[in-house]
């Protein structure tokens, strides 16, 4: 007789090696190069806006739970870095540090916290943290200092909205604009954004992570790129080629980091689709004919509010159900 | 390389810690203890008592019922006691407890190990045959053979499949067997396919057993009517439902049986016992366990008498050092021992020793909404959302969204990031709802 002490639980007794922090730390390591890249474009502010950012980010979050909700504090699951990191990655470079603060704040203590914490939230935090700064500080929010290679201050979206809109022809438009350098990162925009081949790299690191599907990145920038595509076919001395669009603003970085945060995206893949289709829309509509020159950010939260409604009535594809084929 | 259509995850193996192993026979215990439940439905009564001998091979306890089956004595010896003894949960079960004296087997017992192929007998004598012999599904379900063979007036059988994926991880005792008596199994598998009458048997195998599907094509080589069906790697292949999509791409209807897309699904060690039975008029008895775990000294794959209390087995093959939790059957749905001393019964595939480090759970977090459990369910279902609607008692709405449908497989718990006991909850859940259901079905009768 045995008097060894057993552990007992119900089955399974194994457990894969995924865990929320491995893949918010793999999150972070897919955001590297972008981050790389903007140093390279902006210098060390860039890394000090970032750094700064998620300082406040997880400081936000640690005051709120040891202190308003007097509860453990979970910094460990890196979910307030991730945030941190990518508020950063939408602001300019030469952002005033005061107005990240006031970002940071409103992303963790509104955006995530006051829903109750991780998992929680409907929208997200790193978007809402950004919009609110976009409305409340419009200018500092569009002025963008001049990133290595890049031709002006202002975005290559900004500048093909406002000479489109005096009757600028495409063509002229795009004497001013090279759409490799454009790619590699030589242009104005937010920080972490200005890169499409950076945050690429960081979206194929995703995959082979198994952190998330292809479905939503796809589909996002698919329909931008079908809509944009009939705009341009059907005048294209009005609309920008959709390479254009593909390759400008917050396309990627939104496609490929913010439209699939797990907690603010369906449990479907289906409903994953839907939503992304509807992402690629709002943000097109917005770009073409809206008042801002983008749309990633209104069209991501838009879609947000959405996703309770998808994951309600739109189900995953049962077993056995089909007819079987006899 | 064919599999099952939805769902499903990728665990480690481990099975490079028995594999190697060939089948050793364990040397007899002094006592064992039988019980007289050792499958799905009523239990058998007992047909002893106190201070009877008993030969090897004797009924002990006939079968209470139709989903019953009968009981035998694994050893010779004499009966000490018909009582309720400890089960491996320490729940206390009927048994027969018998000392050991010598090896007496009854009259009429093949022991030798000679191959006979023909089969005489008619379906109808195989199934009263395999009754006798207390067959009962070996993979761990249990559930009595003859029920399985019986089919239902108005239902089919168009195939049978050999159930050789042994998908759970670390056990190897199926393997072994395709390995060693892969003519007795082939064998079994046509007296299997002669007593529901279909001329088509199916074998699948994973792909992660190369040279299993390599010997068992070959010996079936002679065959026609048996195709060995390679599948890819990944769990729950061995489901019964998922076997079936995979190797003929039939669903069995939610709710349905297998029948009902005319498959009848048995499980390797069932087909040996069969063959047994039929051939050999030997009773189920003995059965291979894998005893396993990276504990231990030497990992073994053991052909046991029923009723060995695991503790002896285990102490066989290098003891409990550093071991934290012992599983009867496999590390996904084989289910946690607290008394070690509790007997082998007819379903006890493996013994699986978990070092102390992996025997606690992860603290649970909070659901990040990553869906990784919808992605991994091979039925459909939505997991977080079930254990939700579970925890807070809302059971119509569990029924609702299919938990019946529910095969308790541990992969939407295997896969969550933050560690949510998904299916326990989810078993509560498809109890409760499985009650409700049982009960309207009473109420319109």
């Given at each position: 007789m045995s008097t060894q002490k057993l552990v007992i639980s119900p089955a399974p007794h194994v457990h894969g090696s995924n865990d929320t922090r491995r893949m918010m730390g793999d999150v972070l390591i897919a955001l590297l190069p972008a981050l790389v890249v903007s140093v390279l474009a902006y210098g060390w502010q860039a890394f000090i806006v970032t750094a700064f950012s998620v300082a406040c980010c997880v400081l936000t979050e640690w005051f709120i739970q040891k202190f308003m909700l007097k509860g453990p504090a979970t910094l460990g699951n890196l979910s307030a870095v991730v945030t941190g990191v990518l508020l950063a990655f939408n602001l300019p470079a030469n952002i005033p540090l005061g107005l990240i603060a006031i970002g940071a704040v409103v992303a963790i203590g509104i955006g995530k916290m006051t829903f109750g914490g991780l998992g929680k939230n409907p929208f997200n935090p790193a978007l809402v943290g950004r919009v609110f700064l976009l409305i409340a500080f419009p200018v500092a929010m569009t002025t963008f200092p001049e990133a290595a290679g890049a031709v002006s201050g202002a975005t290559p979206l900004a500048v093909a909205k406002e000479a489109l809109k005096t009757g600028t022809p495409v063509s002229e438009v795009m004497q001013n604009i090279d759409l490799a350098a454009m790619s590699l990162g030589m242009k104005s925009g937010s920080l972490g954004e200005i890169s499409a081949l950076a945050l690429l790299l960081g979206f194929v690191w995703l995959l082979v992570r198994r952190v998330i599907s292809w479905h939503i990145p796809v589909v996002v920038l698919g329909t931008m790129a079908l809509i944009s595509g009939i705009a341009w076919v059907s005048a294209p001395e009005q609309y920008m080629s959709p390479l254009f669009h593909l390759l400008s603003g917050g396309a990627v970085l939104g496609a490929v980091f913010m439209a699939t945060d797990y907690v603010t995206s369906p449990m479907t893949t289906k409903g994953a689709v839907i939503y992304a289709i509807g992402i690629g829309m709002i943000t097109m509509f917005v770009r073409l004919w809206g008042a801002y020159p983008e749309g990633m950010s209104f069209a991501i939260l838009i879609m947000n509010s959405v996703v309770p409604l998808l994951d309600k009535y739109i189900r995953p594809k049962r077993f056995g159900v089909v007819k079987s084929k006899k | 390389m064919k599999t099952f259509p939805i769902g499903g995850i990728h665990p480690s193996d481990n099975k490079q810690y028995s594999k190697g192993a060939a089948i050793e026979r364990f040397p007899l215990p002094k006592v064992v203890v039988i019980p007289l439940a050792q499958h799905i439905g009523a239990p058998a009564v007992a047909c002893v008592a106190k201070g009877d001998k008993v030969l090897a091979g004797q009924v002990i306890g006939t079968a209470g019922g139709f989903v019953s089956s009968n009981i035998h004595s694994?050893?010779?010896?004499?009966?000490?006691?018909?009582?309720?003894?400890?089960?491996?949960?320490?729940?206390?079960?009927?048994?027969?407890?018998?000392?050991?004296?010598?090896?007496?087997?009854?009259?009429?017992?093949?022991?030798?190990?000679?191959?006979?192929?023909?089969?005489?007998?008619?379906?109808?004598?195989?199934?009263?045959?395999?009754?006798?012999?207390?067959?009962?599904?070996?993979?761990?379900?249990?559930?009595?053979?003859?029920?399985?063979?019986?089919?239902?007036?108005?239902?089919k059988a168009e195939c049978l499949i050999i159930?050789?994926?042994?998908?759970?991880?670390?056990?190897?005792?199926?393997?072994?067997?395709m390995l060693e008596k892969g003519e007795e199994l082939l064998v079994g598998a046509r007296i299997l396919a002669k007593a529901i009458g279909v001329d088509k048997i199916y074998i699948g195998v994973e792909n992660n057993k190369p040279d299993a599907i390599a010997a068992l094509k070959k010996l079936a080589a002679t065959y026609v009517e048996i195709e060995v069906v390679p599948l890819k790697m990944r769990y729950p292949q061995g489901g019964e439902k998922q076997l079936i999509a995979a190797v003929t791409g039939r669903q069995v209807p939610s709710?349905?049986?297998?029948?009902?897309?005319?498959?009848?699904?048995?499980?390797?060690?069932?087909?040996?016992?069969?063959?047994?039975?039929?051939?050999?008029?030997?009773?189920?008895?003995?059965?291979?366990?894998?005893?396993?775990?990276?504990?231990?000294?030497?990992?073994?794959?053991?052909l046991v008498r029923v009723g060995t209390p695991m503790s002896e087995l285990i102490e066989y093959c290098g003891g409990l050092e550093g071991v934290g939790k012992v599983v009867a059957g496999g590390p996904m749905m084989g289910r946690a021992v607290s008394n070690i001393d509790a007997p082998v019964t007819k379903g006890t595939s493996g013994v699986l020793l978990i070092p102390t480090a992996e025997s606690l759970r992860q603290k649970p977090d909070t659901c990040i909404r990553c869906a990784k459990c919808v992605e991994a369910c091979p039925m459909g279902l939505e997991p977080y959302l079930l254990s939700k609607m579970s925890k807070k008692e809302m059971y119509d709405e569990c029924e609702s969204h299919n938990i019946a449908d529910c095969i308790e497989c541990g992969c939407c718990t295997f896969s969550c990031p933050a560690y949510l006991p998904l299916l326990d909850w989810l078993r509560i859940g498809k109890g409760e709802v499985m009650k409700r259901m049982r009960a309207r079905a009473a109420a319109k009768k």
């Open positions: - | 694994s050893v010779s010896g004499t009966v000490t006691a018909v009582d309720a003894k400890a089960d491996a949960q320490g729940l206390m079960k009927p048994c027969v407890t018998i000392a050991v004296e010598g090896d007496e087997w009854v009259e009429g017992v093949d022991l030798s190990d000679t191959l006979i192929k023909n089969i005489n007998l008619e379906a109808k004598d195989i199934v009263a045959k395999v009754t006798e012999m207390g067959i009962v599904g070996m993979g761990g379900a249990t559930f009595p053979t003859h029920v399985k063979l019986s089919v239902p007036p108005g239902k159930n050789a994926v042994e998908c759970e991880p670390y056990l190897t005792a199926d393997y072994r067997v709710g349905g049986l297998p029948i009902d897309v005319g498959a009848v699904v048995q499980n390797v060690g069932t087909a040996l016992a069969v063959y047994e039975a039929v051939m050999k008029n030997k009773p189920l008895v003995e059965r291979v366990v894998t005893v396993t775990g990276s504990t231990l000294a030497s990992p073994k794959n053991l």
